[in-house]
């Protein structure tokens, strides 16, 4: 009997420890007070899907899927500025696009755009310049960020995140080839520094990394920016919706925000930043800002 209360001590002990590897201080909302409202409708016509967002100033910037195109937008008005389009390719998912802080020559208005393709062989960002005169606008590609393969890695369907103030880059992915959930798929972060831009290609390796921790599975990563330290990210499809905060010092979620009880029920896009809330396309073109506060444990 004594060997038998030992071995079901050590299961829930271990069952814990387990618990805690993955999910200590996750689905904390608590923490976060949250509105989200809509802003405004994306306008422009593509074939494909609205894929991942930025913004920079007032400007927001709309991919979509196969690099169809991208929407400019005056963010404050939502009325559309510009359209650009390129000969679409399957591999260019554009699923996540960040701004960093660098530019590539001094006297350019935008810093470099990471417009992220979140596919298993393009496994990349494409670093682009962006041009502006006016509500004319021009992107012009001046680097390849390539990714550790995934085949090799063991990280599927990454997506890179741009910390511009502590020149960083984050490489997102899943360990099994699935974007689905489940509980041996779980997501890998891996922190890299951000390369220089000024060659053809920079390529991250593994053996390079700074750090790297896993998570336990959630939906569909979609889209995502780093401030002050924090991944903000949205996740999912269908009814498994999701806005979460990403503490890569803590290496867990501090704050998860189910969007269904925000009204926010379609499948949710890229993520963007101005004046301190955040932007979030759904997949009918529907543009919510997200206001919230985080408060301290």
Known sequence: MKKKIVSVVLTVALAVCALFLFTACTDDSKRLSFKAEVS???SHEVDQSYQGATAY???????????????????????????????????????????????????????????????????CALVMRVGRDGNDFTFTKVQTLVYPDPRQSGV????????????RVYIMGYTEYSYKKSKSNHIRVTEFVLPDVHTDTAELKTEDALSSFELDSVTATQGGLVKNGKIYQVYGFKNDITFRVLDPKKQCFTAVVKL??????????????????????????????????????
């Open 57 to 123: 100033g007032k400007y927001f910037f709309q991919f979509s899927d196969r690099m169809e195109n991208v929407g400019v937008y005056d963010i404050e008005q939502g009325t559309l500025l510009c359209v650009r389009s390129w000969e679409m390719n399957k591999l260019y998912h554009c699923n996540n696009v960040n701004f960093g802080i660098k530019k590539y020559a001094e006297e350019d208005e935008f810093p470099l755009m990471y417009v992220s393709m979140e596919n298993i062989d393009a496994h």
């Open 260 to 297: 269904p009880k925000h009204n926010f029920k379609r499948e949710p896009e890229g993520l963007a930043e101005y004046n301190g809330d955040f932007y979030c396309a759904d997949v009918s073109g529907k543009v919510y800002k997200f206001s919230f506060t985080e408060t301290e444990e």
């Open 156 to 167: 599927y369907y990454p997506n890179c995140m741009i910390d511009g103030e502590n020149d």
């Open 40 to 42: 405004f409708s994306l």
